[in-house]
């Protein structure tokens, strides 16, 4: 299992997590939670950016034409900035630890 998602601030000055559970990160399961998240955010404007690491899945044919069809602006993290390394790791340990609390409602 994995929770695929996104922290931002939302017209109206509210910060948002906006999140999904899927099996597992792959194209099918990175194309759901933008269209998941597209609905949730609504962007009237194309200034939207949503900041990845550079999972294979994030990089596929089939997310990149869907986010070229809305107002999604799809940005990459550069390989190993270590600035950033330090959000990496504090999403790996939130994710397992809502893992771990989500497992028992499944």
């Not at 596929?60 to 330090?86: E, G, M, N």
Request: aromatic letters at 10%.
């Amino acid at each position: 299992m994995t929770i695929l998602g996104a922290v931002g601030g939302i017209p109206g000055g509210r910060t948002r997590f906006i999140y999904k559970v899927a099996k597992r990160t792959n194209k099918e399961s990175v194309l759901d939670f933008l269209k998941h998240f597209k609905r949730k955010v609504r962007p009237k404007k194309k200034m939207l950016i949503i900041y990845t690491d550079n999972h294979s899945a994030h990089h596929s044919h089939v997310v990149r034409d869907y986010v070229a069809s809305t107002r999604l602006d799809l940005r990459f993290l550069p390989a190993y900035s270590s600035p950033l390394s330090v959000q990496e790791r504090v999403w790996s340990i939130l994710k397992a630890h809502w893992a771990k609390h989500m497992s028992h409602f499944s």
